[in-house]
């Protein structure tokens, strides 16, 4: 078994750079950077003090038994939701996606529909125009984008998405997990 590659991994996933984790272990940057390389071994305490920081127990860091990673959903795993009062339908195209960073949904907005207002946080949006117009409030600031537009900000202000267009416009959403 290759310890290091397996504590990058974890590192990474707890958005720890080297220099992090080894602040937090009493480790030099180099010799994080040894462990992951599989240059140097940790000793059992250097080890259970580095999992300990990433979150992980002995018993699961060596299990081996390969944890399947579903990578493509099917149209029947989604989930749609239309909400009349606003008129709008949204598809979530990852299922249980509010659990990872990332929540991808697509967005059909009908004639005059438009989507809750968000307070500030932050999150992170991306929009990708797949038809139509779509009106953006960010702030006190209003932006269009059209067919084939991209559009990305942060919500540091409050934000509002809407149908510019005179019928059907079609979205897909990107956002960090704090943001539906």
Known sequence: MQIGPKIKSLRLKNGLT???????????????SQLERDLNSPSIETLFSLLEVLGTTPKDFFDD???????????????VHFDDVLNYSMRWLVPRSNENE?????????????????????????????????????????????????????????????????GESKIILVATHSYL
Request: glycine share 8%; proline share 2%; charged share 25%.
């Open 65 to 79: 038994s390969k944890k399947v990673t579903k990578v493509v959903y099917s149209t029947e795993e989604q989930t």
């Open 18 to 32: 080297q220099e992090e984790l080894g602040e937090r272990t009493d480790l030099t940057k180099g010799h994080i």
């Open 102 to 166: 990332m929540e991808p949904v697509l967005i059909t907005f009908n004639k005059r529909g438009e989507f809750k207002k968000f307070e500030p946080s932050l999150s992170e949006t991306f929009i990708y125009v797949l038809s139509g117009i779509i009106t953006i409030e960010h702030g006190d600031t209003n932006y269009t984008a059209s067919k084939g537009d991209a559009v990305y900000y942060d919500g540091s202000e409050s934000h509002k998405l809407l149908n510019a267009h005179n």
